[in-house]
């Protein structure tokens, strides 16, 4: 798979619907986190009480693919970032990204209670065959990206492998409680398969070290919002802006 360039737009909740992940050029814009089914998007109503931000579909298969459709513009590739309750519900949106030749990333990242409580987001990482199953599934339809949470208390290399049975990518959030971001994570995963490096890239520096630690694709989310054409002062280094293929 080619990518026009190695960057990419991080999911965030309430923020990448399609009209903001076409105004970067990324090789790859990740929509979403969307709510594949009617247990995640009441738990995004909840979050939403909060004060977090989130998306709110009636009807979310059909809106999930009116976002795909409407984002298939973008400057690079897309993929979709979904939590939900079952399994059905994931593969259905795989079925529709199948249809459009875009990526499902499965949310097994997202830490908020609401989510946890379904059995979605990071609570994937606890329940692995639950996790492997969805990917098994989905994978049949279409290629599949898993996003995980580092700096939790799981073997990441047992269970890359098993995910990378399946999985086309990991996309990492090399978290260090506390701040900043585990390289050797990275290095660690991107020795078993094709990595998305994420967390703290804020700079072309940061985003090198990313790649120097294997990463094949470089992520970033709410460095965006701060400053929105970061993406424009990474695309001026010749490697990050260098198109890649990922097999």
Known sequence: ???RNRLCLSAMAGINNS???KRFKVGLAILGGFNADKKANEAAIKSLKRGRREFI????IEDIEKEIVSALDSYGRIAVNVRASSIDSYVNVAKICSEYD??????AHCRQPEFLEIGAGQSLLFNQEKLLNIVESCSKYCEVSVKIRGGLNIDYS???KRLFSSAFILHVDAMIP????DYSLIKEISALG???GNNSVKDI???RKMVESGAKLVSLARAVIKNERIFDELLEDDILSSPIEVI
């Open 19 to 21: 009209d903001f992940v």
């Open 178 to 181: 506390g701040g900043g971001a």
């Open 205 to 207: 520096n940061t985003a």
């Open 57 to 60: 579909f009636e009807n979310p």
């Open 102 to 107: 875009v990526i499902l990333e499965i949310n």
């Open 194 to 196: 094709n990595v998305i």
């Open 1 to 3: 798979m080619r990518f």
């Open 158 to 160: 047992s269970l890359s």
